[in-house]
């Protein structure tokens, strides 16, 4: 009996991420390299809580998705991003999760083909709303990453 419990568990565990993935991270990803504000944020809750542990700041949904302004548009226009995703801990149950890992930016300047990278460690809280997955909390830093740390973690199935 259980086995049959712990399976039953890691079965709903392991459905619940694989929404969350297609509901959450892969969307999450795809607009964030595609500086798509509409998609990115579409997958976060109205009632979001960000928070940037690095400069002691929290903000709600109106202040996180203000406009940005054109001037830091244009100083960006150039830089392809790309974000990556690993996973050091992820817990879903009844329409509750949470999820903990490293994330890797790179920025290529596409004139003259300069990278920079950043690294930095989440942790997101979500909620099942109206039967799609949301980011609930959005919370990172830095820590003193690297690309040995990043790739500790475990990649998105």
Same mark, same amino acid.
């Given at each position: 009996?259980?086995?049959?419990?712990?399976?039953? /568990?890691?079965?709903?565990? &392991?459905?619940?991420?694989?929404? !969350?993935?297609?509901?959450? #991270?892969?969307?999450?990803?795809? %607009?964030?390299?595609?500086?798509? &504000?509409? %998609? @990115?944020?579409?997958?976060?809750?109205? &009632?979001?809580?960000?928070?940037?542990? &690095?400069?002691?700041?929290?903000?709600? $949904?109106?202040? $996180? @998705?203000?406009?940005?302004?054109?001037?830091?548009?244009?100083? #960006?226009?150039?830089?392809?991003?790309?974000?990556?995703?690993?996973?050091?801990?992820? !817990? /879903?149950?009844?329409?509750? %999760? @949470?999820?903990? *890992?490293? $994330?890797?930016?790179?920025?290529?300047? /596409?004139?003259?083909?300069?990278?920079?990278?950043? @690294? *930095?460690?989440?942790?997101?809280?979500?909620?099942?709303?109206?039967?799609? #997955?949301? !980011?609930?909390?959005? /919370?990172? %830093?830095?820590?003193?990453?690297?690309?040995?740390?990043?790739?500790? *973690?475990?990649?998105?199935?």
């Amino acid at each position: 009996m259980f086995l049959l419990f712990c399976n039953l /568990a890691f079965s709903q565990m &392991d459905s619940s991420q694989k929404e !969350i993935n297609e509901q959450v #991270w892969k969307p999450f990803i795809k %607009a964030f390299n595609n500086n798509d &504000d509409e %998609a @990115f944020r579409a997958i976060h809750s109205k &009632d979001v809580i960000r928070v940037i542990q &690095d400069n002691n700041q929290i903000m709600g $949904y109106d202040q $996180y @998705f203000q406009k940005i302004p054109d001037s830091i548009k244009t100083k #960006w226009r150039n830089w392809k991003k790309n974000i990556e995703l690993r996973f050091l801990q992820r !817990i /879903a149950s009844k329409g509750k %999760a @949470f999820e903990v *890992g490293f $994330y890797k930016t790179t920025s290529t300047h /596409a004139m003259t083909g300069e990278k920079r990278t950043g @690294f *930095g460690k989440f942790h997101v809280l979500l909620r099942k709303e109206n039967r799609d #997955w949301k !980011i609930l909390m959005d /919370a990172d %830093a830095n820590e003193k990453m690297n690309e040995e740390i990043f790739l500790s *973690g475990k990649p998105m199935e």
